[in-house]
T-cell receptor, first 113, second 112 residues
Framework: GQQLNQSPQSMFIQEGEDVSMNCTSS?????WLWYKQDPGEGPVLLIA?????ELTSNGRLTAQFGITRKDSFLNISASIPSDVGIYFC?????????????FGKGTKLTVNP | DGGITQSPKYLFRKEGQNVTLSCEQN?????MYWYRQDPGQGLRLIYY???????QKGDIAEGYSVSREKKESFPLTVTSAQKNPTAFYLC???????????FGSGTRLTVV
């Protein structure tokens, strides 16, 4: 089946630093989504991308839908302690036969004050 | 406020007992999903339902059962056949024409 390779698996950064994480696939996706999960809670949608090449921002977050439709990245600028959590990428494959999303395994972010 | 309610937040079960996790939504979404999350494992799909009275197995359905008698409700039963049930369980919904999921706040199940 379709798989999303998300990297890095974990990151330890200092407050104020910028963060970059990405997701890649061997097959094309027609939608990319980025979620954040706070400890002990369910994931919350941060950004949705629907067109190849699309670049979208949400506050300090910026995400891009790769031009090849096989990758996406998420950047966080000037990190703060509340950015701590697990970030998941997710995508919808055009030939999946359903509306089910495929999820990456997540990037665990730790921010040191 | 529209949303998804998972209950209880924390659940303890003795080995050999079945337990049912509740997921209720008032978003009027057709599709509902159950995921299991273990540390460092990401989200693994257990069961999903795209319409009332119909559901399909996900990647790790063994030892679990579901029902979808009402649009609003998609309960998950963890049976005694599930060998390693301790995990964080997430319910999600998806509206028609939308790819994004809305997640509940999860239920942490611990077998004691």
């Amino acid at each position: 089946g379709q798989q999303l390779n998300q990297s890095p698996q974990s990151m330890f950064i200092q407050e104020g630093e910028d963060v970059s994480m990405n997701c890649t696939s061997s097959s094309i996706f027609n939608t990319w989504l980025w979620y954040k999960q706070d400890p002990g809670e369910g994931p919350v949608l941060l950004i949705a991308l629907y067109k190849a090449g699309e670049l979208t921002s949400n506050g300090r977050l910026t995400a891009q839908f790769g031009i090849t439709r096989k990758d996406s990245f998420l950047n966080i600028s000037a990190s703060i302690p509340s950015d701590v959590g697990i970030y998941f990428c997710a995508g919808h494959h055009p030939q999946g036969g359903s509306e089910k999303l495929v999820f990456g395994k997540g990037t665990k972010l730790t921010v040191n004050p | 406020d529209g949303g998804i309610t998972q209950s209880p937040k924390y659940l303890f079960r003795k080995e050999g007992q079945n337990v049912t996790l509740s997921c209720e939504q008032n978003l009027n979404h057709d599709a509902m999903y159950w995921y299991r999350q273990d540390p460092g494992q990401g989200l693994r799909l257990i069961y999903y339902s795209q319409i009332v009275n119909d559901f399909q197995k996900g990647d790790i359905a063994e030892g679990y059962s579901v029902s979808r008698e009402k649009k609003e409700s998609f309960p998950l039963t963890v049976t005694s056949a599930q060998k390693n049930p301790t995990a964080f369980y997430l319910c999600a919904t998806q509206g028609a024409g939308h790819y994004g999921y809305t997640f509940g706040s999860g239920t942490r199940l611990t077998v004691v």
